[in-house]
């Protein structure tokens, strides 16, 4: 009955609410690719999800490899019970390895198809609603310290209470940025100054010397795990690390050799919910807070993260980000929705949202 009997692969661009977003290294876009999927099963229901790389250059993935990936493991998704996330990832392993980004978004789907069969909210399944709502942070594109502070102060006054502060250029330069930024901010605003890996060691030790007093957070300071490492002996900031947690081993790395109290968790670069839950939980159990969300996205990928930190308890939590609050395009009425800078998961079974077929054009492919 829930055998897949059609999977539907549909492209649509996501322009960013803000102008241009910029992060170091001179990575910087105005609109993403992203990709949606439609996993059909024979008693006539679906579940969607969806993937969104941010670009080619955030991490080793974009939108063309999601969607060849896809064609790849289609095929072997037929038959298989659309319900059962284990049995359709054995189904993708068997003709791809790793490409965990476009795993997720067949992943999501399933979770979609599986709460709608349950005929419950995909955070019952995760662990059980544990928060009704929770705060949602936005990131700030890197520009001029005195944008960035504008920035900080006109989203602060829509309710947003954490910031993740662009930086990972010259030390100097990002120094007077989280300066601004400090400044700009209300009391009681988080802060974390992520750096996308951008610094080289030698600009990670300077910059940490500049900024070690600002009551800020440091996110993925170096590109490679072991600097970090270094960066870390350095500086009294609390770390958080992301780029460089691709597994368990990773993760235990990041808390036991890095000394990081945080990891920021991916849907895309985990395999979807099932592998980020599997993260999430080994995470708190090491006595970490986890920051939940995926590289980029809209509407679906917004309403897994929703579930996701809807089963997250509060003080388990560092940061959540709704995407479909950054970017313009909504494929699901723009649901679920933010109300004052916080969010909360629907109550529907499943994802709990349904995409508008009208406001998408033919599928890329089908299979
Ligand atoms: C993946 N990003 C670059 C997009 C959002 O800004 C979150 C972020 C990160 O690196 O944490
Ligand atoms: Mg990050």
Redesign the pocket.
Known sequence: MTQIVAIDVYGYELTYAHGE?V?SSGRAATAQDSTLVRVSCEDGTYGWGEVCT?AGT?WPAFAGGARAALAEMAPALLGVDGTNPAAVHAAMNSRLMGHDYAKSAVDLACWDLLGKRAGLPVAELLGGRVQTDFPLYE?VPLSSPEAMAEFVARRSAAGITCF?V?IGNEPADDDARLRAVSEAASAGTTLIG?A?GGWTLQQAVSAVRLVDALPIYL??PCRRIEDCRTVRTLTSLPMVM??SVLTPLDLVAAKNEVGAGSV?L?LGRLGGLTGTRMMRDLAVSLGMSV?L????GGDVTTAAVSHLAASTACHDMLSV?F?ND?TNEHVAGHRPRSAAGRGSAPTEPGLGIDVDLDRLGEPLFTV
Do not use: G, H, I, T
Request: hydrophobic share 30%; no cysteine; glycine share 0%.
């Open positions: 977003y992060m941010l955030y990131a993740q662009k992520d996308n996110e993925q992301d780029e920021n991916k920051s969300e995926d590289a980029w980000s995407f950054w």
